[in-house]
DNA sequence: AAGTGGTCTAGACCACGTC
DNA sequence: ACGTGGTCTAGACCACTTG
Protein backbone atom coordinates (compact mmCIF):
# COMPACT_ATOMS: atom_id res chain seq x y z
CA UNK A 1 0.00 0.00 0.00
CA UNK A 2 2.39 2.32 0.87
CA UNK A 3 5.30 3.24 -1.42
CA UNK A 4 8.04 1.28 0.52
CA UNK A 5 6.77 -2.23 -0.15
CA UNK A 6 7.88 -2.05 -3.42
CA UNK A 7 11.27 -2.89 -4.77
CA UNK A 8 10.85 -2.79 -8.60
CA UNK A 9 10.39 1.00 -9.60
CA UNK A 10 13.05 1.89 -7.84
CA UNK A 11 16.38 1.09 -9.44
CA UNK A 12 19.48 1.96 -7.66
CA UNK A 13 17.45 4.11 -4.97
CA UNK A 14 20.26 2.16 -2.68
CA UNK A 15 23.02 4.91 -3.86
CA UNK A 16 23.43 7.69 -2.18
CA UNK A 17 22.09 9.35 -5.46
CA UNK A 18 18.51 8.01 -4.85
CA UNK A 19 18.22 9.00 -1.16
CA UNK A 20 15.96 11.42 1.25
CA UNK A 21 14.47 12.79 -1.84
CA UNK A 22 10.57 13.00 -2.17
CA UNK A 23 9.07 10.15 -4.07
CA UNK A 24 7.82 12.56 -7.34
CA UNK A 25 11.52 14.04 -7.21
CA UNK A 26 12.91 10.79 -7.54
CA UNK A 27 10.78 9.20 -10.30
CA UNK A 28 11.11 12.81 -12.15
CA UNK A 29 14.71 12.16 -12.06
CA UNK A 30 14.45 8.92 -13.31
CA UNK A 31 12.07 9.94 -16.24
CA UNK A 32 14.61 12.69 -17.22
CA UNK A 33 17.80 10.78 -16.98
CA UNK A 34 16.42 8.34 -19.54
CA UNK A 35 15.71 10.91 -21.46
CA UNK A 36 18.27 13.20 -21.50
CA UNK A 37 20.84 10.25 -21.70
CA UNK A 38 19.30 8.95 -25.00
CA UNK A 39 18.11 5.97 -23.51
CA UNK A 40 14.47 6.89 -24.37
CA UNK A 41 14.94 9.32 -27.82
CA UNK A 42 12.66 11.26 -29.68
CA UNK A 43 9.23 9.54 -29.93
CA UNK A 44 10.05 6.89 -27.27
CA UNK A 45 6.38 6.02 -25.68
CA UNK A 46 6.59 6.27 -21.84
CA UNK A 47 5.10 4.17 -19.76
CA UNK A 48 1.88 5.10 -19.13
CA UNK A 49 0.43 6.49 -15.52
CA UNK A 50 -0.95 3.16 -14.49
CA UNK A 51 2.06 1.47 -14.96
CA UNK A 52 4.71 3.90 -13.83
CA UNK A 53 2.01 3.62 -10.42
CA UNK A 54 2.51 -0.33 -10.45
CA UNK A 55 6.12 0.51 -10.78
CA UNK A 56 6.85 2.76 -8.10
CA UNK A 57 4.07 1.52 -5.75
CA UNK A 58 2.50 5.04 -5.47
CA UNK A 59 -0.67 6.59 -6.21
CA UNK A 60 -1.61 7.95 -9.70
CA UNK A 61 -1.56 12.11 -8.84
CA UNK A 62 2.06 11.18 -7.91
CA UNK A 63 3.01 9.91 -11.19
CA UNK A 64 0.51 12.73 -12.92
CA UNK A 65 2.63 15.47 -11.18
CA UNK A 66 5.93 14.06 -12.46
CA UNK A 67 4.57 13.53 -16.42
CA UNK A 68 3.13 17.29 -15.73
CA UNK A 69 6.00 18.35 -14.81
CA UNK A 70 8.03 17.16 -17.65
CA UNK A 71 5.51 18.78 -20.15
CA UNK A 72 5.72 22.06 -18.54
CA UNK A 73 9.63 21.61 -18.94
CA UNK A 74 8.83 20.69 -22.54
CA UNK A 75 10.45 17.53 -22.00
CA UNK A 76 7.35 15.13 -23.49
CA UNK A 77 3.54 15.82 -24.79
CA UNK A 78 0.93 13.93 -23.71
CA UNK A 79 -1.99 12.65 -25.86
CA UNK A 80 -5.28 11.25 -24.77
CA UNK A 81 -5.30 7.49 -25.23
CA UNK A 82 -2.22 7.49 -27.15
CA UNK A 83 0.04 8.10 -24.57
CA UNK A 84 2.93 10.56 -23.48
CA UNK A 85 6.18 10.64 -25.80
CA UNK A 86 9.68 11.79 -25.61
CA UNK A 87 9.71 15.57 -27.51
CA UNK A 88 11.88 15.84 -30.18
CA UNK A 89 14.33 19.05 -29.34
CA UNK A 90 13.57 22.32 -30.24
CA UNK A 91 14.73 22.84 -34.09
CA UNK A 92 18.14 24.71 -34.15
CA UNK A 93 17.35 26.69 -31.74
CA UNK A 94 19.13 27.71 -28.80
CA UNK A 95 19.29 30.36 -25.77
CA UNK A 96 21.42 32.63 -24.57
CA UNK A 97 22.27 34.38 -21.48
CA UNK A 98 23.55 37.94 -21.53
CA UNK A 99 25.08 38.90 -18.22
CA UNK A 100 25.21 42.68 -17.37
CA UNK A 101 28.19 44.25 -18.19
CA UNK A 102 29.92 44.50 -14.40
CA UNK A 103 29.53 41.20 -13.61
CA UNK A 104 30.75 39.93 -16.75
CA UNK A 105 33.71 42.03 -16.78
CA UNK A 106 34.24 40.92 -12.69
CA UNK A 107 33.73 37.45 -13.67
CA UNK A 108 36.83 37.62 -16.04
CA UNK A 109 38.96 38.70 -12.79
CA UNK A 110 39.57 42.33 -13.81
CA UNK A 111 39.18 45.22 -12.67
CA UNK A 112 35.63 47.28 -13.11
CA UNK A 113 35.40 50.68 -13.48
CA UNK A 114 32.24 52.60 -14.67
CA UNK A 115 32.03 56.28 -16.17
CA UNK A 116 29.48 58.62 -17.25
CA UNK A 117 29.96 60.39 -20.39
CA UNK A 118 26.84 62.11 -20.88
CA UNK A 119 23.86 62.62 -19.53
CA UNK A 120 21.02 64.89 -21.09
CA UNK A 121 17.26 65.36 -20.32
CA UNK A 122 15.35 66.43 -23.53
CA UNK A 123 12.20 66.18 -25.09
CA UNK A 124 12.24 62.93 -27.62
CA UNK A 125 13.60 63.72 -31.16
CA UNK A 126 12.63 61.93 -33.91
CA UNK A 127 16.04 59.71 -33.94
CA UNK A 128 14.88 58.88 -30.24
CA UNK A 129 11.44 58.08 -31.08
CA UNK A 130 12.95 55.54 -33.44
CA UNK A 131 14.76 54.01 -30.87
CA UNK A 132 11.84 54.11 -27.97
CA UNK A 133 8.25 54.63 -28.54
CA UNK A 134 7.20 57.50 -26.49
CA UNK A 135 4.69 60.12 -27.72
CA UNK A 136 5.92 63.14 -29.63
CA UNK A 137 7.67 65.38 -27.49
CA UNK A 138 8.08 63.36 -24.39
CA UNK A 139 10.88 63.87 -22.09
CA UNK A 140 13.70 61.50 -22.07
CA UNK A 141 16.38 60.88 -20.47
CA UNK A 142 19.87 60.45 -23.01
CA UNK A 143 22.74 58.57 -20.85
CA UNK A 144 26.10 57.59 -22.32
CA UNK A 145 28.43 55.54 -20.33
CA UNK A 146 31.50 53.60 -20.82
CA UNK A 147 32.31 50.29 -18.95
CA UNK A 148 36.10 49.62 -18.26
CA UNK A 149 38.07 46.83 -17.62
CA UNK A 150 41.57 46.88 -16.21
CA UNK A 151 41.75 50.31 -17.27
CA UNK A 152 41.15 49.24 -21.08
CA UNK A 153 37.26 50.46 -22.59
CA UNK A 154 35.37 47.21 -22.26
CA UNK A 155 31.84 48.31 -23.91
CA UNK A 156 30.14 51.97 -24.80
CA UNK A 157 26.62 52.01 -23.31
CA UNK A 158 23.93 54.33 -25.06
CA UNK A 159 20.81 54.46 -23.28
CA UNK A 160 17.63 56.43 -23.39
CA UNK A 161 14.77 56.03 -20.81
CA UNK A 162 11.71 57.23 -20.73
CA UNK A 163 10.97 59.72 -18.04
CA UNK A 164 6.98 59.63 -18.21
CA UNK A 165 7.14 56.12 -16.98
CA UNK A 166 10.00 56.37 -14.57
CA UNK A 167 10.20 60.32 -13.39
CA UNK A 168 12.60 59.30 -10.31
CA UNK A 169 14.92 58.73 -13.01
CA UNK A 170 15.60 61.95 -13.68
CA UNK A 171 17.00 63.07 -10.38
CA UNK A 172 19.15 59.61 -10.13
CA UNK A 173 22.75 59.98 -9.75
CA UNK A 174 23.96 57.84 -12.51
CA UNK A 175 27.20 59.21 -12.29
CA UNK A 176 27.21 56.80 -9.01
CA UNK A 177 25.29 53.90 -10.10
CA UNK A 178 24.68 52.20 -13.05
CA UNK A 179 21.65 53.37 -14.95
CA UNK A 180 20.72 49.37 -16.17
CA UNK A 181 21.09 48.01 -11.62
CA UNK A 182 19.28 51.39 -11.09
CA UNK A 183 16.13 50.81 -13.48
CA UNK A 184 16.08 47.35 -12.40
CA UNK A 185 15.65 47.85 -8.92
CA UNK A 186 12.72 50.80 -9.56
CA UNK A 187 11.31 49.47 -12.47
CA UNK A 188 10.58 45.93 -12.58
CA UNK A 189 10.61 45.06 -16.76
CA UNK A 190 7.68 42.84 -18.04
CA UNK A 191 8.15 42.53 -21.39
CA UNK A 192 11.79 43.22 -23.28
CA UNK A 193 13.34 42.53 -26.81
CA UNK A 194 17.07 41.93 -27.54
CA UNK A 195 18.68 42.37 -31.55
CA UNK A 196 22.07 41.59 -31.40
CA UNK A 197 24.20 42.36 -34.71
CA UNK A 198 27.93 43.23 -36.21
CA UNK A 199 28.53 46.74 -36.85
CA UNK A 200 31.48 48.31 -37.50
CA UNK A 201 32.72 50.75 -35.52
CA UNK A 202 32.15 55.18 -36.64
CA UNK A 203 34.62 57.20 -35.99
CA UNK A 204 33.24 58.77 -32.57
CA UNK A 205 32.90 55.07 -31.44
CA UNK A 206 35.86 54.27 -32.13
CA UNK A 207 37.34 56.72 -30.51
CA UNK A 208 35.59 56.05 -26.94
CA UNK A 209 36.06 52.80 -27.42
CA UNK A 210 39.56 53.42 -28.45
CA UNK A 211 39.85 51.04 -31.31
CA UNK A 212 40.38 51.66 -35.12
CA UNK A 213 37.30 52.85 -36.90
CA UNK A 214 35.72 50.01 -38.48
CA UNK A 215 36.49 47.76 -36.34
CA UNK A 216 33.35 44.81 -36.26
CA UNK A 217 32.11 45.43 -32.99
CA UNK A 218 28.98 43.21 -31.27
CA UNK A 219 26.26 45.88 -30.39
CA UNK A 220 23.43 44.54 -28.19
CA UNK A 221 20.08 46.68 -28.41
CA UNK A 222 18.02 46.00 -25.58
CA UNK A 223 14.34 47.34 -25.10
CA UNK A 224 11.46 47.02 -22.03
CA UNK A 225 8.67 47.24 -21.26
CA UNK A 226 6.50 47.64 -17.91
CA UNK A 227 2.80 46.58 -19.07
CA UNK A 228 3.21 47.90 -22.86
CA UNK A 229 4.27 51.11 -22.06
CA UNK A 230 8.45 51.38 -23.02
CA UNK A 231 11.23 52.03 -20.24
CA UNK A 232 14.15 51.97 -21.40
CA UNK A 233 15.75 51.43 -25.05
CA UNK A 234 20.04 50.85 -24.50
CA UNK A 235 22.87 49.61 -26.89
CA UNK A 236 25.86 48.60 -25.80
CA UNK A 237 28.68 48.61 -27.83
CA UNK A 238 31.89 45.62 -27.75
CA UNK A 239 34.99 45.53 -29.74
CA UNK A 240 34.05 41.86 -31.46
CA UNK A 241 37.69 41.04 -30.22
CA UNK A 242 37.18 41.29 -26.70
CA UNK A 243 33.77 40.01 -26.43
CA UNK A 244 32.14 36.60 -26.83
CA UNK A 245 28.66 35.88 -25.54
CA UNK A 246 28.58 31.94 -24.14
CA UNK A 247 25.88 29.91 -23.45
CA UNK A 248 25.67 26.24 -22.81
CA UNK A 249 22.56 24.63 -22.12
CA UNK A 250 20.97 21.10 -22.34
CA UNK A 251 17.34 20.62 -24.01
CA UNK A 252 15.64 21.21 -20.62
CA UNK A 253 16.62 24.86 -20.25
CA UNK A 254 16.36 25.74 -24.12
CA UNK A 255 12.63 24.16 -24.48
CA UNK A 256 11.09 25.60 -21.58
CA UNK A 257 12.80 24.79 -18.56
CA UNK B 1 -18.47 22.61 -1.63
CA UNK B 2 -18.47 22.42 -5.03
CA UNK B 3 -16.42 25.07 -6.97
CA UNK B 4 -19.20 26.62 -8.31
CA UNK B 5 -20.94 27.98 -5.55
CA UNK B 6 -18.26 31.04 -4.93
CA UNK B 7 -18.24 33.78 -6.71
CA UNK B 8 -15.54 35.89 -4.26
CA UNK B 9 -12.57 34.28 -6.28
CA UNK B 10 -13.59 34.16 -9.83
CA UNK B 11 -13.66 37.84 -10.90
CA UNK B 12 -14.30 38.50 -14.77
CA UNK B 13 -15.12 34.40 -15.25
CA UNK B 14 -18.27 35.68 -16.70
CA UNK B 15 -16.35 37.61 -19.48
CA UNK B 16 -15.75 35.22 -22.64
CA UNK B 17 -11.73 35.17 -21.22
CA UNK B 18 -12.35 32.97 -18.18
CA UNK B 19 -14.70 30.57 -19.88
CA UNK B 20 -14.40 27.00 -20.70
CA UNK B 21 -10.91 26.36 -19.48
CA UNK B 22 -10.17 24.22 -16.28
CA UNK B 23 -10.18 25.91 -12.74
CA UNK B 24 -6.22 25.30 -11.95
CA UNK B 25 -6.02 26.83 -15.61
CA UNK B 26 -7.77 30.08 -14.39
CA UNK B 27 -6.83 30.19 -11.30
CA UNK B 28 -3.10 29.94 -12.94
CA UNK B 29 -4.07 33.39 -15.33
CA UNK B 30 -5.30 35.11 -12.67
CA UNK B 31 -2.19 35.35 -10.73
CA UNK B 32 0.49 34.77 -13.29
CA UNK B 33 -2.19 38.40 -14.57
CA UNK B 34 -1.48 39.73 -11.25
CA UNK B 35 2.42 39.56 -11.25
CA UNK B 36 3.01 40.21 -14.66
CA UNK B 37 0.95 43.10 -14.58
CA UNK B 38 2.81 44.47 -11.61
CA UNK B 39 -0.25 44.76 -9.52
CA UNK B 40 2.03 42.28 -7.10
CA UNK B 41 4.94 43.55 -7.35
CA UNK B 42 8.43 41.51 -6.53
CA UNK B 43 8.44 40.80 -2.45
CA UNK B 44 4.80 40.85 -2.41
CA UNK B 45 3.66 38.05 -0.63
CA UNK B 46 0.72 36.02 -1.94
CA UNK B 47 -2.03 34.88 -0.24
CA UNK B 48 -1.75 31.48 1.59
CA UNK B 49 -3.17 28.07 0.10
CA UNK B 50 -5.85 28.41 2.18
CA UNK B 51 -7.09 31.58 1.41
CA UNK B 52 -7.03 30.80 -2.09
CA UNK B 53 -8.86 27.78 -1.25
CA UNK B 54 -11.28 29.57 0.07
CA UNK B 55 -11.41 32.30 -2.13
CA UNK B 56 -11.77 29.90 -5.44
CA UNK B 57 -13.93 27.58 -3.45
CA UNK B 58 -11.99 24.46 -4.08
CA UNK B 59 -9.24 21.95 -2.40
CA UNK B 60 -5.95 22.71 -1.56
CA UNK B 61 -4.57 20.15 -4.01
CA UNK B 62 -5.56 22.56 -6.56
CA UNK B 63 -4.65 25.72 -5.54
CA UNK B 64 -1.02 23.45 -4.48
CA UNK B 65 -1.05 22.66 -8.20
CA UNK B 66 -1.30 26.32 -9.42
CA UNK B 67 1.51 27.76 -7.05
CA UNK B 68 4.00 24.72 -7.89
CA UNK B 69 3.57 25.47 -11.27
CA UNK B 70 4.37 29.15 -10.37
CA UNK B 71 7.40 28.17 -8.58
CA UNK B 72 8.11 25.67 -11.95
CA UNK B 73 8.12 28.82 -14.04
CA UNK B 74 10.19 31.11 -12.16
CA UNK B 75 7.50 33.45 -10.95
CA UNK B 76 7.39 32.95 -7.19
CA UNK B 77 9.30 31.38 -4.24
CA UNK B 78 7.55 29.28 -1.23
CA UNK B 79 9.15 29.38 2.08
CA UNK B 80 7.38 26.98 4.95
CA UNK B 81 5.81 29.46 7.72
CA UNK B 82 6.83 32.29 5.67
CA UNK B 83 3.91 32.15 2.48
CA UNK B 84 4.89 32.17 -1.30
CA UNK B 85 6.50 35.65 -2.58
CA UNK B 86 6.88 37.29 -6.35
CA UNK B 87 10.40 36.70 -7.26
CA UNK B 88 12.40 39.51 -8.43
CA UNK B 89 12.92 39.30 -11.85
CA UNK B 90 16.55 37.52 -12.86
CA UNK B 91 19.09 40.48 -12.63
CA UNK B 92 20.30 41.85 -16.65
CA UNK B 93 21.01 38.61 -17.80
CA UNK B 94 18.77 37.32 -20.75
CA UNK B 95 17.54 34.74 -23.00
CA UNK B 96 17.37 34.86 -26.57
CA UNK B 97 16.38 32.24 -29.13
CA UNK B 98 18.50 31.56 -32.54
CA UNK B 99 16.36 30.14 -35.06
CA UNK B 100 18.04 27.95 -37.81
CA UNK B 101 19.01 29.24 -40.53
CA UNK B 102 16.08 28.24 -43.65
CA UNK B 103 13.59 28.99 -40.96
CA UNK B 104 15.15 32.34 -40.75
CA UNK B 105 15.26 33.13 -43.99
CA UNK B 106 11.67 31.28 -45.01
CA UNK B 107 9.86 33.51 -42.26
CA UNK B 108 11.73 36.74 -43.81
CA UNK B 109 9.88 36.15 -46.98
CA UNK B 110 12.90 35.31 -48.83
CA UNK B 111 13.88 32.34 -51.12
CA UNK B 112 16.11 29.91 -49.58
CA UNK B 113 18.76 28.03 -50.98
CA UNK B 114 21.68 25.73 -49.94
CA UNK B 115 24.42 24.93 -51.68
CA UNK B 116 27.05 22.72 -50.23
CA UNK B 117 30.64 23.97 -51.30
CA UNK B 118 32.97 21.32 -49.88
CA UNK B 119 32.66 17.90 -48.60
CA UNK B 120 35.44 16.03 -47.13
CA UNK B 121 36.87 13.44 -44.66
CA UNK B 122 39.90 13.34 -42.73
CA UNK B 123 41.61 12.45 -39.70
CA UNK B 124 41.09 15.38 -37.46
CA UNK B 125 44.18 17.82 -37.93
CA UNK B 126 45.73 20.33 -34.80
CA UNK B 127 42.99 22.80 -35.52
CA UNK B 128 40.01 20.78 -36.21
CA UNK B 129 41.14 19.41 -32.54
CA UNK B 130 41.02 22.95 -31.30
CA UNK B 131 37.33 23.42 -32.21
CA UNK B 132 36.16 19.62 -32.00
CA UNK B 133 37.76 17.83 -28.73
CA UNK B 134 37.87 14.39 -30.74
CA UNK B 135 40.65 12.21 -30.02
CA UNK B 136 44.05 12.48 -31.94
CA UNK B 137 43.60 11.05 -35.32
CA UNK B 138 40.09 10.46 -35.69
CA UNK B 139 38.02 11.14 -38.85
CA UNK B 140 36.08 14.02 -39.19
CA UNK B 141 34.01 15.22 -42.05
CA UNK B 142 34.68 18.69 -42.93
CA UNK B 143 31.56 20.44 -44.43
CA UNK B 144 31.50 24.43 -46.08
CA UNK B 145 28.21 25.21 -47.40
CA UNK B 146 26.45 28.72 -47.96
CA UNK B 147 22.95 29.64 -47.38
CA UNK B 148 21.39 31.77 -49.98
CA UNK B 149 18.22 33.83 -49.80
CA UNK B 150 16.64 35.91 -52.70
CA UNK B 151 19.94 34.60 -54.69
CA UNK B 152 22.32 36.70 -52.42
CA UNK B 153 24.53 34.74 -49.78
CA UNK B 154 22.95 35.39 -46.94
CA UNK B 155 25.50 32.92 -44.36
CA UNK B 156 28.28 30.75 -44.07
CA UNK B 157 28.47 27.55 -42.39
CA UNK B 158 31.63 25.75 -41.18
CA UNK B 159 31.30 22.74 -40.22
CA UNK B 160 32.89 19.55 -38.52
CA UNK B 161 31.00 16.47 -37.63
CA UNK B 162 32.65 13.58 -35.51
CA UNK B 163 32.41 10.22 -37.49
CA UNK B 164 33.05 8.20 -34.30
CA UNK B 165 30.12 10.03 -32.81
CA UNK B 166 27.91 9.74 -35.73
CA UNK B 167 29.28 6.90 -38.41
CA UNK B 168 26.26 7.33 -40.41
CA UNK B 169 26.93 10.87 -41.31
CA UNK B 170 30.14 9.58 -43.46
CA UNK B 171 27.10 8.08 -46.33
CA UNK B 172 24.67 11.11 -45.87
CA UNK B 173 23.76 13.29 -49.19
CA UNK B 174 24.45 17.10 -47.52
CA UNK B 175 24.04 18.19 -51.02
CA UNK B 176 20.31 17.22 -50.62
CA UNK B 177 20.22 17.60 -47.39
CA UNK B 178 21.29 20.31 -44.53
CA UNK B 179 23.79 19.03 -42.39
CA UNK B 180 21.81 20.59 -39.10
CA UNK B 181 18.49 19.33 -40.09
CA UNK B 182 19.86 15.65 -40.98
CA UNK B 183 22.20 15.90 -37.52
CA UNK B 184 19.43 16.92 -35.40
CA UNK B 185 17.14 13.97 -36.86
CA UNK B 186 19.54 11.51 -36.31
CA UNK B 187 21.57 12.56 -33.55
CA UNK B 188 19.47 14.22 -30.71
CA UNK B 189 21.88 16.55 -28.94
CA UNK B 190 22.13 17.32 -25.12
CA UNK B 191 24.39 19.57 -24.90
CA UNK B 192 24.97 22.48 -26.49
CA UNK B 193 27.29 25.65 -26.35
CA UNK B 194 27.22 28.92 -28.09
CA UNK B 195 29.77 31.75 -28.63
CA UNK B 196 28.33 34.65 -30.13
CA UNK B 197 31.08 37.22 -31.37
CA UNK B 198 32.25 39.92 -33.96
CA UNK B 199 34.83 39.04 -36.56
CA UNK B 200 35.60 40.96 -39.70
CA UNK B 201 35.58 38.92 -42.59
CA UNK B 202 38.74 37.56 -44.03
CA UNK B 203 39.65 37.46 -47.90
CA UNK B 204 38.26 34.08 -48.07
CA UNK B 205 34.91 34.55 -46.83
CA UNK B 206 34.39 37.95 -48.08
CA UNK B 207 34.66 36.56 -51.38
CA UNK B 208 31.69 33.53 -50.22
CA UNK B 209 29.72 36.00 -48.60
CA UNK B 210 30.18 38.04 -51.57
CA UNK B 211 30.70 40.88 -49.47
CA UNK B 212 33.97 43.24 -49.13
CA UNK B 213 36.50 41.98 -47.39
CA UNK B 214 36.74 43.52 -43.30
CA UNK B 215 33.21 43.44 -43.50
CA UNK B 216 31.56 42.83 -39.96
CA UNK B 217 30.00 40.00 -39.37
CA UNK B 218 28.00 37.83 -36.98
CA UNK B 219 30.03 34.56 -36.03
CA UNK B 220 27.78 32.26 -33.85
CA UNK B 221 29.92 29.07 -33.25
CA UNK B 222 28.04 26.05 -32.18
CA UNK B 223 29.07 22.62 -30.34
CA UNK B 224 26.94 20.02 -29.56
CA UNK B 225 27.82 16.77 -27.16
CA UNK B 226 25.47 13.53 -26.19
CA UNK B 227 26.58 11.96 -23.36
CA UNK B 228 29.93 14.40 -23.01
CA UNK B 229 31.13 12.96 -26.56
CA UNK B 230 31.09 16.05 -29.11
CA UNK B 231 29.67 15.45 -32.21
CA UNK B 232 29.92 18.55 -34.44
CA UNK B 233 31.01 22.01 -34.36
CA UNK B 234 29.67 24.51 -36.67
CA UNK B 235 30.72 28.41 -37.28
CA UNK B 236 28.14 30.16 -38.81
CA UNK B 237 28.87 33.62 -40.46
CA UNK B 238 26.73 36.47 -41.36
CA UNK B 239 27.53 39.53 -42.88
CA UNK B 240 26.56 41.99 -39.87
CA UNK B 241 24.45 43.82 -41.83
CA UNK B 242 22.07 41.53 -42.83
CA UNK B 243 21.56 40.02 -39.87
CA UNK B 244 20.27 40.57 -36.89
CA UNK B 245 19.14 38.07 -34.01
CA UNK B 246 15.90 39.34 -32.27
CA UNK B 247 14.64 37.78 -29.18
CA UNK B 248 11.33 39.22 -27.08
CA UNK B 249 10.31 37.65 -24.12
CA UNK B 250 9.36 38.26 -20.37
CA UNK B 251 10.40 37.92 -16.89
CA UNK B 252 8.81 34.01 -17.23
CA UNK B 253 10.93 32.90 -19.92
CA UNK B 254 14.06 34.32 -18.43
CA UNK B 255 13.20 32.90 -15.28
CA UNK B 256 13.06 29.46 -15.78
CA UNK B 257 10.54 28.68 -18.32
C1' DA C 1 -16.03 1.26 -27.34
C1' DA C 2 -12.28 1.26 -24.56
C1' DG C 3 -8.57 3.27 -22.48
C1' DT C 4 -5.91 7.16 -21.98
C1' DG C 5 -4.85 11.50 -19.76
C1' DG C 6 -7.18 15.75 -17.28
C1' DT C 7 -8.97 17.20 -13.42
C1' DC C 8 -10.56 17.40 -8.78
C1' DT C 9 -11.59 16.01 -3.88
C1' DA C 10 -11.20 15.54 1.16
C1' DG C 11 -8.73 13.97 3.79
C1' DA C 12 -3.70 12.91 6.05
C1' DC C 13 1.07 13.20 8.06
C1' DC C 14 5.37 15.45 8.09
C1' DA C 15 9.25 18.91 7.95
C1' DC C 16 10.65 23.08 8.46
C1' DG C 17 11.18 27.85 9.73
C1' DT C 18 9.45 31.73 11.86
C1' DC C 19 7.48 33.44 15.89
C1' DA D 1 5.01 25.92 19.40
C1' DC D 2 2.45 26.84 15.66
C1' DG D 3 1.24 27.39 11.00
C1' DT D 4 3.06 27.14 6.61
C1' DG D 5 4.15 24.54 2.59
C1' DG D 6 5.55 19.56 0.88
C1' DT D 7 3.97 15.47 -0.07
C1' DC D 8 0.94 11.66 -0.71
C1' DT D 9 -3.41 8.82 -0.94
C1' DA D 10 -7.48 6.44 -2.86
C1' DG D 11 -10.76 7.28 -4.75
C1' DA D 12 -13.94 9.81 -8.63
C1' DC D 13 -15.91 11.66 -13.00
C1' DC D 14 -15.09 13.44 -17.45
C1' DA D 15 -13.28 14.37 -22.21
C1' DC D 16 -10.94 13.15 -25.76
C1' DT D 17 -8.98 10.21 -29.17
C1' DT D 18 -7.70 6.49 -31.26
C1' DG D 19 -8.30 1.66 -32.70
Chains 1, 2 share one sequence.
Not at 56 to 65: L, P, S
Request: net charge positive; proline share 6%.
Amino acid sequence: MTRDDEGVGDPGASTASGADRSLHQRIRADLEERILSGAWSPGHRIPFEHELMAQYGCARMTVNKVLSGLVEAGLIERRRRAGSFVRRPVGQSAVLRIPDVKAEVLSRGEAYRYELITCARRKATREDRARIAVPAGAPVLALLCRHVADGRPYALEDRLIALDAVPEAATADFSAELPGTWLLAHVPWHEAEHEITAAPADARTAARLDVPVGTACLVIARRTWRGGAPITAVRIWYPGDRQTLVARFTPATAAGR
